[in-house]
């Protein structure tokens, strides 16, 4: 796993509960700030066995972007119900208020 997929997952393992953030958000603090659709390489490369909260990560609308399993299904419907279940609360036209739930770390938070 390259430097930058390790980097993504500690920004990952570091949204709080009931938080989220954005690919670009995460692109930006791992030192590419134009690599956001590469965060989400990052997020599938996930090795086996890791946890990693990659519910807490979604587009800069504040939506739940369209992400396929290992089994080819599609996730947004799990992402939302996981986020749901942190007390993130989901506008009638899907969208999550990024004012409220979107953390902003002001450097990396890995140690």
């Known amino acids: 796993m390259g430097d930058f997929f390790k980097k ?15 690919y670009g958000q995460i692109a930006g603090i791992a030192g590419n700030p134009r690599a956001s659709r590469a965060v989400g390489y990052a997020l599938r490369a996930t ?8 519910h807490r990560v979604v587009n800069s609308k504040g939506e739940v972007s369209m992400r396929r399993s290992f089994s080819g299904d599609d996730d947004r419907i799990l992402q939302r119900v996981l986020l749901e279940s942190e007390g993130v ?12 739930y979107r953390v902003r770390f002001l450097e990396h938070p890995a140690p």
């Open 8 to 22: 993504v997952h500690s920004i990952v393992c570091g949204i709080p509960f009931g938080a989220v953030m954005t």
């Open 47 to 54: 090795p086996e066995g890791v946890e990693l909260p990659w």
């Open 89 to 100: 609360v989901f506008s009638e036209s899907g969208r999550i208020d990024l004012k409220k």
